[in-house]
């Protein structure tokens, strides 16, 4: 089983940041990606950005620029820097990640964590 536990969220000032973490624990043989989504109630859950095992890369336009997804591989964590916030910003973002399980590397596990709120006043 893995576990994903975000950490980070609350509430700040429009112009504001914040720092998004997501910890992955259990029987992990390999991650290979971890996301950040967000959504807001009567809307579809949103892709905000990923990062591959790689290191490479992906935003939704409407972050690019303001948004820093980066990895700690040693640790297992992903966090989402988010600068220059907008009340439009605000949601429940997720963490999730595709990770290869078990001591010889043979389940798959498409790993949710619980969410966070961040909400950006005006």
């Known amino acids: 089983q893995v576990q994903l536990m975000e950490s980070g969220g609350g509430l700040v000032q429009a112009g504001g940041s914040l720092r998004l973490s997501c910890a992955a624990s259990?029987?992990?043989?390999?991650?290979?990606?971890m996301r950040w989504y967000r959504q807001t109630p009567g809307n579809e859950r949103e892709l905000v950005a990923g990062?591959?095992?790689?290191?490479?890369?992906n935003y939704a336009d409407s972050v690019r620029g303001r948004f820093t997804i980066s990895r700690d591989n040693a640790k297992n964590t992903v966090y989402l820097e988010m600068n220059s916030l907008k009340p439009e910003d605000t949601a429940v973002y997720s963490c999730?990640?595709?990770?290869?399980?078990?001591?010889?590397?043979?389940?798959?596990?498409?790993?949710w964590g619980q969410g966070t709120q961040v909400t950006v006043s005006s």
């Open positions: 999730n990640a595709l990770i290869t399980t078990g001591l010889y590397g043979t389940g798959t596990s498409n790993a």
């Open positions: 259990g029987s992990i043989f390999r991650i290979h990606f």
């Open positions: 990062i591959m095992a790689s290191g490479n890369t």
